[in-house]
C-alpha cells in the first residue's frame, strides 16, 4: 500500500498549488480520502474528505471556500486545489485513506493509511 503525494512547494499568497496523491495497493473506488496538514510541534489536522464515490465532500471551516478536493477514480488519484493561500496555511500535508465505511474514522484523524507528507510554504 502506497500513498504518493506530490505538488507542495513554494507559492506566493494569492496564487493557486494543487496537491496530489496517488494510491496503489488499494482498490480505489471503495475508498474514503482525505487531506490532512500539521504546523510545525502540532498535531495534524484535518483539512478535507471525499467520499468513496466523490458524492460527499466535507472541508473544516479554514479550508471552506478556498481548498477543493476531488478525485479521479480512472487515475487513482485524489486532489486538493488550493486556492488564494495564505502564508498560515504554510505546513506539511498529507493524504488519508480508509475503507469506504470508515468515514468518520478519518475526519476524526484515524484513517487506515497515511501517505507522506509533502511541504507547502506559502510566502507574503
Known amino acids: 500500500v502506497q500513498l504518493q503525494a506530490s505538488g507542495g512547494g513554494l507559492v506566493q499568497a494569492g496564487d493557486s498549488l494543487r496537491l496530489s496523491c496517488a494510491v496503489s495497493?488499494?482498490?480505489?473506488?471503495?475508498?474514503?480520502l482525505g487531506w490532512f496538514r500539521q504546523f510545525p510541534g502540532k498535531e495534524r489536522e484535518f483539512i478535507s474528505v471525499?467520499?468513496?464515490?466523490?458524492?460527499?465532500?466535507y472541508y473544516a471551516d479554514s479550508a471552506k471556500g478556498r481548498f477543493t478536493i476531488s478525485r479521479d477514480n480512472a487515475k487513482n488519484t485524489v486532489y486538493l486545489q488550493m486556492n488564494s493561500p495564505k502564508p498560515e496555511d504554510t505546513a506539511v500535508y498529507y493524504c488519508?485513506?480508509?475503507?469506504?465505511?470508515?468515514?468518520?474514522?478519518?475526519?476524526?484523524?484515524?484513517?487506515?493509511?497515511w501517505g507522506q507528507g509533502t511541504q507547502v510554504t506559502v510566502s507574503s
Open positions: 488519508a485513506a480508509s475503507s469506504m465505511s470508515d468515514y468518520d474514522r478519518l475526519v476524526r484523524g484515524l484513517p487506515n493509511y
Open positions: 495497493g488499494l482498490t480505489f473506488s471503495r475508498l474514503t
Open positions: 471525499i467520499s468513496y464515490n466523490g458524492a460527499y465532500t
